[in-house]
């Protein structure tokens, strides 16, 4: 879910810091797939619907905590920029965890691994901005093993879940790219309204495809821990982390997301990943590596460059 922007030099114990923080960002993020698999009955509209809710709630009181009880004051700066942002995160989340509910969670998180490589390309198209050749490659890698998943989805008789997950990268791509239009943007302010238009989105397609709103209180706890702590703690504390680290860090960094989601619904469920997706996600994963690493070993690039 990492965002790229460039962070300044900063002394070694806020560079510790920073990657301490980006590290606890993806072990929040990566809980989303088990607790999905512990929803009883609520349907993916349902969950959107009310994991949307909690995430704007929590996120108001981060902003009147930050903002001296003002949290209206956030909204209203760069308010257009902030909503198409919320916009393309409104897609994301509803493409994620519609997605979840489809194929494994493995599966979703690899395809989510492609979003700063479709921020990149994105990125030259609509800001104009300069791609690397090692991108350019990294990008190559990464459709390649975008191609093994859909294979593994069309002989597996369910191809609508990795593409929705490939939704969900793209939508995080879109959300990166438009923060990207006007450097030093609050993020938080983008989210509150993807929150909104997901509880908008939500309500609607649950009344008329899930039959309303009603859902145990079980479920509706573990929706609110997946607004409130799962999404909402896990970008307060990647936004205090990312302002510390270069855009290629964070990227590296949050990888654990990937690699602990699988993780935890190995354990809690035997839930494991076909051999043909772990495949495709290896080749995505080692895309996501070499563009990360590149980035590692050179200097700050200029604006505009990635």
Known sequence: ????????????????????????????????????RMIDAA??????????????????????????????????????????????????????????????????????????????????????????????AAMLLALLGVGIMAYNGLSGGNPVGDLLGLGAAFGFAGFTVTLRKKPGIDMLPSVVYGGLLGCVIGTVAAVILEGGLMV???????????GSVQLGAGLVVYTFGARHLPAAECVLLSL????????????????????????GGAVLCGAILLYALSGLTRRRPPIGVV
């Open 1 to 36: 879910m990492s965002t790229l922007a460039h962070a300044p030099t900063l002394p070694h114990g806020h560079l510790l810091r920073g990657r301490a923080l980006v590290l606890l960002a993806g072990a929040f993020w990566s809980i989303a797939g088990l607790l999905v």
């Open 43 to 136: 349907g993916p509209w349902q969950i959107l619907t009310y994991r949307s809710l909690s995430l704007v709630v929590f996120l108001l009181v981060i902003l009147a905590l930050r903002d001296g009880g003002r949290p209206w004051a956030a909204l209203r700066r760069d308010a257009g920029l902030s909503m198409l942002a919320g916009l393309f995160l409104c897609c994301a989340f509803s493409c994620y965890i519609l997605a979840l509910t489809m194929t494994t969670v493995a599966n979703v998180l690899f395809l989510l691994t492609a979003a700063p490589l479709l921020a990149a390309g994105l990125g030259r198209v609509v800001l104009g901005e300069r791609v690397r050749s090692v991108t350019w």
């Open 216 to 226: 145990g209180g079980r479920d509706l706890l573990l929706c609110f821990v997946l």
């Open 256 to 279: 654990s997301e990937v690699v602990l989601g699988a993780l935890w619904v190995w354990i809690f469920f035997a839930e494991t990943p076909t051999p043909t997706a772990l495949a």
